[in-house]
């Protein structure tokens, strides 16, 4: 089994910045990609917010492109998530995602965090 840790959320102003980390720990053997999700309401889907591959191969939201930066620390399996000028409308519960074996001939499985709350204030 594999665990993801989420840490960071908070409550913030509009315009303001928080800082998400996520480290991953348990069976691993190698993680291809890892990011991040969020879903806004309840019965929503999770929608993706940024991911980061192996070879640092970013993408990202439309909404969130120039305000926020995704980094990955493969020597400690974390990934982070630089949120700056926060709006209303980023408010949700943020999931950390990983896809990962367990062994070097497992197949990659998807694992979640349990979520962090973020809350933007107008």
């Known amino acids: 089994q594999v665990q993801l840790v989420e840490s960071g959320g908070g409550s913030v102003q509009a315009g303001g910045s928080l800082r998400l980390s996520c480290a991953a720990s348990g069976r691993i053997y190698s993680i291809n990609s890892m990011g991040w999700f969020r879903r806004r309401t309840p019965g929503m889907q999770r929608e993706l917010v940024a991911?980061?591959?192996?070879?640092?191969?970013?993408n990202y939201a439309d909404s969130v492109k120039g305000r926020f930066t995704i980094s990955r620390d493969n020597a400690k399996n974390t990934v982070y998530l630089q949120m700056n000028n926060l709006k209303p409308e980023d408010t949700a519960v943020y999931f950390c995602y990983a896809l990962y074996s367990s062994t070097y001939d497992d197949l990659a499985s998807p694992g979640w965090g349990q979520g962090t709350q973020v809350t933007v204030s107008s």
């Open positions: 991911i980061v591959l192996t070879n640092e191969n970013t």
